[in-house]
DNA sequence: TTGCTCCTCACGTCACGTGAGGTGGC
DNA sequence: TTGCTCCTCACGTCACGTGAGGTGGC
């Protein structure tokens, strides 16, 4: 029961909510606690309001109406910390959607982890190549500014 | 004399070509070696054809003409080796044209290569930050699994 | 009425991918 | 004639930015 209970955060990156993983899933009718408008969520999580809107279309988030206006639950603030998680590490739009549907499928919650943990772990090895190239880089033009401060050195 | 020679490679990244810097600047007529086809070029290079025409519209790359058919030549190749190897780490085609700009800049040649190294010291940072988090998204999912296996544990 | 926040098109940007339709030399 | 490589539009994609023009409650 305890790691079945633990699973409502199925990344473990907690946002502070304590909904289910049930409540998650049937977001759109959560009855708990504060609602955020778009304004104040993209103010809270730094993201501007076309970002919330193109999430939307891409079936990233869906918050609830009021009227027009968008009204997002705790469900949703803790999807688009996931989202915004996933994008600054490097993960397409896509990719994120994909591994939000493995952390919120149903099934082994082992495997879904396992699953998650291997494409995190293959974007690491894809940061720590580009890092690695980087400082490659960098070394090589230490290198010539030696060679040219011998030089200097030489004519001095 | 020689600091001077040097700077025909002023990123430090040689191509294995011998042109001076002279000959780097004045490329369209440069009268040194091999010509490569973009065919050629993109093979040897491992990017498309499009790739090398865009390049060339965002005014990366200047290859002469045989007709309609474009040449390139030990220059471009350069260039494009140095554009390739500063867009795998991250920087955009805009940032690209400005650091061959100030690599191919007139002036102080140990100070063209500072700001060159202050660039990509930059982007070093940014990448070792993203990596950061990728490693902490998987610490947090590991902890996860721990957590959950010792729940396993416990109800075994 | 003014001001603030929200809304929906819809075109622009960046770094190309991907055909569409045509040319040139072996 | 076929095949290969080259060419120039020009529209599509991804992740939004940026107005344009309009609505709703204090």
Redesign the interface.
């Known amino acids: 029961m305890?790691?079945e209970f633990?699973s409502l955060?199925?990344?473990?990156?907690g946002t502070g909510t304590s909904e289910t993983l049930a409540t998650l899933i049937a977001t759109p009718v959560a009855a708990d606690g504060r609602l955020w408008t778009i304004g104040e969520l993209a103010r809270e999580c730094a993201v501007t309001l076309r970002a919330l809107r193109f999430y939307e279309g891409k079936g990233l988030l869906a918050p609830r109406r009021d009227g027009t206006a968008r009204l997002y639950g705790a469900a949703e603030v803790w999807r688009l910390k996931v989202i915004l998680?996933?994008k600054?590490?490097?993960f397409s739009l896509i990719a994120i959607r994909e591994m939000l549907e493995i952390a919120l499928s149903g099934g082994d919650?082992?495997e879904r982890?396992?699953l998650?943990?291997r494409r995190?772990?293959r974007?690491?090895e894809v940061?720590?190549l580009?890092?690695d190239?980087?400082?490659a880089?960098?070394a090589?033009?230490?290198?010539?500014?030696a060679?040219?401060?011998v030089?200097?050195g030489?004519s001095a």
Not at 9 to 13: Q, S, T
Not at 140 to 145: G, K, M, N, R, V
């Open positions: 305890k790691p633990r955060d199925p990344l473990g990156w998680r996933l600054r590490i490097g919650v082992a982890k396992a998650l943990r995190i772990e974007q690491v940061l720590e580009q890092r190239e980087a400082v880089a960098l090589a033009i230490d290198e010539e500014l060679a040219l401060t030089g200097v030489q």
